[in-house]
Structure formats: structure tokens, C-alpha cells
């Protein structure tokens, strides 16, 4: 598993590798880059809330990709390898 960006819960404590933080902490967050057909999709993920698109100045996009969009299916793999198949 990867450990998170960053996870601000007092159980963490700022050690990222605990296995509280990795294992179901609502405090973890990912950032990352998603890259569909050349175009680059940054995003954050939080276990609880899901992944939100960002703009390029790093504030949620509006409008987030549609059901249908193709950067759902770079993110379930991002989502497995992640987390070694266990979402």
C-alpha cells in the first residue's frame, strides 16, 4: 500500500506509514496525476469522500468528470495499485 500525501488525525500523528493512517483513517489524503489520452487529470482522494478533480491552481474543478468519462477507468487502477486490490 502507499501511504497517504498528507493525513492531519491526532491517531497519525504526521507518521504516514502508520497502518491506522493507511488502512481506513478519514484524515488521509492522496494527491495525484492521472494522465487520459496525453491530458493530465490532477486530483485528491480521501477514503471517505471519494477522489475530487482539481484545476490546474489546485482548487476543485466545478464541473468533475461524467460517469462516462474516461479517467474513471486510469483511476480504478490507480484505486488498486494504490491498494493492493482491497477497494
Known amino acids: 500500500m502507499k501511504p ?7 491517531n497519525c500523528n504526521g507518521n504516514l506509514d502508520k497502518d491506522y493512517c493507511i488502512k481506513g483513517c478519514s ?6 496525476i492521472l494522465v487520459v489520452n496525453g491530458k493530465k487529470y490532477p ?3 480521501n ?3 471519494g477522489p475530487v478533480f482539481l484545476r490546474k ?3 476543485p474543478k466545478v464541473n468533475q468528470p461524467s460517469e462516462k468519462h474516461p479517467v474513471w477507468a ?9 491498494f493492493n486490490d482491497k477497494h
Open 74 to 82: 486510469e483511476f480504478e487502477k490507480w484505486l488498486k495499485e494504490v
Open 57 to 59: 491552481d489546485g482548487e
Open 27 to 32: 484524515h488521509a489524503q492522496w494527491v495525484d
Open 47 to 49: 477514503q471517505r469522500f
Open 43 to 45: 486530483f485528491e482522494f
Open 4 to 10: 497517504p500525501n498528507f493525513c492531519n488525525s491526532i
